[in-house]
């Protein structure tokens, strides 16, 4: 089946939450090496963002999940920031959010859960980028899969050369995103 596809907003600001000690915390090449949920290891560059500061914060967890801390534990000195980015123009994507993308993407209506209640696994996922990219599209927008309920929105982002680059509009301290 096609994929569905859709435009992301120009002037939208994407969200990553980052170490603040990273050099760059825009860079795809992490998730190129690394995979990820829409990309395998060691196949193309993908950069993983949050649709807003709601679902930053669902994702939080996942970020911090080998540290001993929780949330609350956190300050700005030792707590992770959030940049904020905004993409090249005209950049369409595979919609995997709404009920007519999932479907598209034979993914099943309640992603990012199967009907069982277990998660959808990566590489389900993984093809449905591996397609989306072979289409020519530049990433795929899906519910947050920190989400059981399906709320929250991410975007993983295949930029289409080394000088597609997502650039830095702003950085807010732990304190600032996370309890605001």
Not at 150 to 175: D, I, K, M, N, Q
Request: overall charge positive; some cysteine.
């Amino acid at each position: 089946m096609k994929l569905l596809r859709e435009t992301v907003p120009d002037t939208h600001v994407w969200w990553r939450i980052a170490d603040p000690a990273w050099t760059d915390p825009l860079s795809p090449a992490f998730a190129q090496r690394r995979g990820g949920r829409w990309n395998l290891p060691a196949s193309f560059p993908t950069l993983y963002l949050n649709e807003d500061v709601v679902t930053a914060r669902l994702n939080l967890r996942a970020f911090i999940e080998e540290w001993p801390y929780e949330p609350e534990d956190l300050r700005d000195d030792t707590g992770p920031v959030l940049v904020g980015c905004t993409l090249p123009r005209r950049q369409v994507v595979c919609d995997a959010h709404s009920p007519a993308g999932r479907q598209s993407a034979g993914l099943p209506n309640t992603y990012p859960l199967e009907s069982n209640g277990r998660p959808v696994p990566h590489d389900r996922c993984q093809s449905v980028g591996t397609r989306a990219r072979e289409a020519g599209l530049r990433g795929v927008r899906a519910r947050s899969a920190r989400s059981r309920d399906g709320a929250g929105r991410e975007l993983a982002w295949f930029p289409a050369t080394a000088r597609s680059v997502a650039r830095r509009v702003l950085t807010l301290a732990y304190t600032a995103w996370f309890w605001a």
